[in-house]
């Protein structure tokens, strides 16, 4: 049987099960007559992807297929500013639609940018959570309890209404900003929460925060599984907050931009991409052709059920392939693998590529450390000095043979010399605002401000 079409339905689990297991025809049907609605309505409602595509001589009439999309031209974050700078305040990439609402982004790569969400937006987005939540395993009437930022950052909102829509009971705590973290510990305990939706940082935290309120994490709680985006959530990462609070951890990719466009399901082997409202490609770093299925290259999104803000071949600066084959569960949307690190956090130290979170397998080894660091990259003289901030679990534990271990496990890890500087329980998370901040903050690069420590 054919799932149900028409141009707006893009429902939430238990309607959501035909489309995410259409055959792969009709799904690339559904996604061609939405490509070109999409390419009509940017035409003539968006005049930054207007101008991009008349000074290149395109015209949407001219693209009816997938193929035919690597036709127009890939865009950045850097046009995102650029438009920005030329049409104070909101750019013209949010186009002329009724918008009810405006989200940033986290500002991590450069300055966070307004997106604006018409209603239609917001409720597509809230069904693709509520899609999520369902692949992760919560059902109706469990108890969610969300400790995102409720901020101008999306996640916190578009995760609540996604849980509302599912039928969870929804606690909308919010980050430790908002609700302190020993209190989210009680509330976690005494009103018995199943899922933990939050970043993988403050999750961890919670863990910290509970073993010092003398509590049992693995046995005093009723959760059962921790539901995780906005950060990457590293395998370490993953291992260490299953083992310690004893849950099933999930992990999805998104971003303010595209709303939420992936989600692992239970087998927790790559995020299916939701293809009846995305489009995915994987471009060629030097180039940014597409590139044949199974190659690693850039992460590409357009966004094709968006009305105000949408994203054309948006790249995401992410590095990933699409992982071959059917997935296990039945599910016939793609899958993208883990991905590797976003190309703009990618560090060069001596000449070598060196992702950041590299650092946490390290990190996985020594039980006497919590999960907190902050990588500070230096250059002295000619050469590049990579310190490695992180805490100790006790003062006891705050020992020269302890700094020692560390820096061994981490040139056994990275292959880089790296220095270990040790600090006592709790001062990191309290330096680096673990239980504040949107996001957490892993790397301080200070090479290009001829600063030297
Ligand atoms: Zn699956």
């Given at each position: 049987m054919r799932p149900k079409f028409s141009l707006d339905y893009y429902p939430a689990p238990p309607e959501s099960a035909s489309i995410e297991s259409a055959s792969r025809e009709f799904l690339q049907e559904t996604q061609e007559a939405r490509l070109r609605a999409l390419l009509r309505r940017a035409w003539e409602r968006v005049p930054f992807y207007r101008q991009r595509w008349e000074s290149a001589g395109?015209?949407?009439?001219g693209i009816h297929t997938l193929r035919e999309l690597e036709l127009l031209p890939v865009v950045g974050r850097k046009d995102f500013e650029e438009s920005l700078r030329l049409?104070?305040?909101?750019?013209?990439?949010?186009?002329?639609f009724d918008a009810v609402r405006v989200q940033t982004s986290s500002?991590?790569?450069?300055k966070p940018k307004p997106f604006f969400q018409t209603q239609n937006d917001w409720d597509v987005v809230a069904n693709f959570w509520a899609r999520r939540f369902h692949a992760q395993g919560v059902r109706p009437g469990e108890i969610v309890q969300i400790v995102f930022a409720?901020?101008?950052?999306?996640a916190g909102f578009t995760a609540t209404e996604g849980a509302m829509r599912l039928g969870s009971l929804v606690v909308?705590?919010?980050s430790g900003a908002i609700t302190a973290s020993e209190r989210q510990v009680r509330i976690l305990k005494e009103w018995g929460t199943q899922v933990l939706v939050g970043t993988p940082t403050y999750v961890l935290h919670l863990a910290d925060v509970a073993e010092k309120m003398g509590l049992d994490t693995r046995r005093d709680f009723s959760l059962r599984r921790t539901i995780h985006t906005a950060e990457p959530l590293s395998e370490p990462a993953r291992k260490a907050i299953e083992d310690r609070w004893k849950v099933t951890a999930y992990d999805s990719f998104g971003s303010v931009e595209t709303g939420a466009p992936t989600f692992e399901c239970e087998y927790q082997d790559g995020y299916h991409i939701n293809e009846d409202g995305y489009l995915f490609e994987i471009l060629?770093?030097?180039?940014?052709r597409p590139l044949p299925d199974g190659e690693e290259g850039l992460v590409a999104v357009t966004?094709?059920?968006?009305?105000?803000s949408p994203v054309i071949r948006?790249?995401?600066?992410d590095v990933s392939s699409f992982l071959p084959g059917p997935c296990r569960?039945?599910?016939?949307f793609r899958r993208l693998a883990?991905?590797?690190?976003?190309a703009s956090e990618m560090l060069k130290i001596r000449g070598a590529v060196f992702y950041p979170t590299m650092v946490e397998t390290a990190l996985e080894?020594?039980?006497?450390?919590?999960r907190e660091y902050l990588l500070v990259v230096d250059r002295v003289g000619q050469l590049d000095c990579v310190t490695l901030q992180v805490e100790c679990r006790?003062?006891?534990?705050?020992t020269p043979l302890l700094k020692s271990r560390v820096e061994k496990e981490l040139r056994a890890t990275t292959g880089l010399s790296i220095e270990a500087r040790l600090f006592g329980p709790g001062e990191l998370a309290r330096a680096l605002q673990v239980a504040e901040r949107v996001k957490s903050k892993r790397i301080l690069d200070r090479r290009g401000e001829g600063h030297v420590s």
């Open positions: 395109l015209r949407p009439e049409h104070p305040p909101f750019g013209n990439y949010q186009g002329d500002g991590t790569s450069g409720y901020s101008l950052f999306i909308p705590a919010g060629d770093p030097e180039s940014l966004s094709l059920f968006k009305e105000a948006y790249n995401l600066e569960c039945g599910r016939t883990k991905v590797r690190g976003r080894k020594i039980p006497e450390l919590t006790s003062e006891e534990g705050n």
